[in-house]
């Protein structure tokens, strides 16, 4: 089991670093569509972070990374306001691409994080948000 | 900081992002800048990402942003759409919307009147 440690300014130009990295430890252990596929998830949680826990306030972002196996957890750890529970049903992204005008321009990000990782759970733990995320990831061919 | 690089084609002006990664630390400059280009009469837009390595949800965003900024009277296609970013496209579905080109040369004859 191999537990690795990040932590980060909440700020938008410090996420590319940390989705990167996560990648590239996730090849280790799976295919680069896998791994790039983490990667998006990674930026996408680090972006809800910085835009509306931190929207208001500044902090720190701690990711801990957790690999069992093939087993993937990420944990999330801010100070910033309190985030909304996990919904009850998943985001879902319906809209019929021939119109135009009723595209969606925001909201994708939880629709990813939660189509790409298997479960995620929210807590709200005194004064921070502690968000785990968890993917099995298949092994490289 | 550049984000863009334009060339214009006799069908379609074509617009090279510069930036390796599309995302939400430039997603609102980059939607700045293309819909200066809509507003001042630039109506068949080819968006070449050819350079773009990574996208997130704020910088396709921002590309439908231009497409609905566009309306009825125009349209933006995209080229030369690497395999990981079209990942993104798959998984939004938002390549049901885009029409996808492997090069901006073959982007930009679609769009001849």
Known sequence: MAKIQFRIEGHLENVALVGQAINTICTSVCSTSTAYQVEIAVVEICNNIIEHAYAQSSGMIDIALLLNGTELQLEFTDTGAAMPERLEAAPTLDFDPEKREELPEGGMGLFLIDTIMDSSETRRIQETNVLTVRKQLRTRQ | ?113
Do not use: W, Y
């Open chain 2, 1 to 113: 900081m550049s984000l863009i690089q334009t060339q214009q084609d006799p069908n379609a002006l074509i617009v090279k992002v510069v930036q390796t990664r599309l995302d939400a630390k430039i997603a609102v400059n980059f939607k700045e800048e293309m819909t200066k280009l809509i507003n001042e009469g630039n109506h068949k837009l080819v968006l070449d990402l050819s350079g773009v390595d990574f996208i997130d949800s704020s910088g396709l965003g921002a590309i439908v942003t231009c497409l609905k900024v566009l309306g009825r009277k125009g349209d933006l296609v995209i080229a030369g759409v690497k395999n990981d970013v079209m990942t993104m496209f798959v998984l939004t579905r938002m390549d049901r919307v885009f029409q996808l080109f492997p090069n901006s040369e073959d982007a930009a004859k679609s769009l001849a009147a």
